[in-house]
């Protein structure tokens, strides 16, 4: 198995990859592509947790506010609550890749 360290691949190779294995034309596979993305981020911004078999859970969660101290200066600030996307692989995917 080929090692992608620091390698990005970026949507229109994504888009190619799929057009190829699946012989889909490369305009459906972008539309597919681009729907998919639109549903994740409906179901996560509606506070959902989207579960992908064999892949993993994709799901957003709050970080509380905390108080933080600058090494150099000690001053004191509060870095207010966010959220924050996460992702748990599941067992598969973590098994391959501690071949890699």
Same mark, same amino acid.
């Given at each position: 198995?080929? =090692?992608?360290?620091?390698?990005?691949?970026? #949507?229109?190779?994504?888009?190619?990859?799929?057009? #190829?294995? &699946?012989?889909?034309?490369?305009?459906?596979?972008?539309?597919?592509?681009?729907? #998919?993305?639109?549903?994740?981020?409906?179901?996560?911004?509606?506070? =959902?947790?989207?579960?992908?078999?064999?892949?993993? #859970?994709?799901?957003?969660?709050?970080?509380?506010?905390?108080?933080?101290?600058?090494?150099? +200066?000690?001053?004191? +600030?509060?870095?207010?609550? =966010?959220?924050?996307?996460?992702?748990?692989? &599941?067992? &598969?995917? =973590?098994?391959?890749?501690?071949?890699?």
């Amino acid at each position: 198995m080929q =090692k992608y360290r620091y390698h990005y691949m970026k #949507t229109k190779d994504l888009i190619q990859h799929i057009a #190829t294995s &699946t012989s889909m034309t490369k305009t459906l596979t972008e539309e597919l592509l681009n729907t #998919t993305v639109a549903v994740l981020q409906r179901e996560l911004l509606a506070g =959902k947790s989207v579960q992908l078999h064999n892949f993993g #859970t994709i799901e957003m969660k709050r970080k509380n506010a905390r108080e933080v101290i600058h090494p150099k +200066t000690q001053e004191r +600030t509060v870095v207010p609550e =966010k959220m924050q996307l996460t992702f748990k692989a &599941t067992a &598969t995917i =973590k098994e391959k890749l501690k071949n890699v």
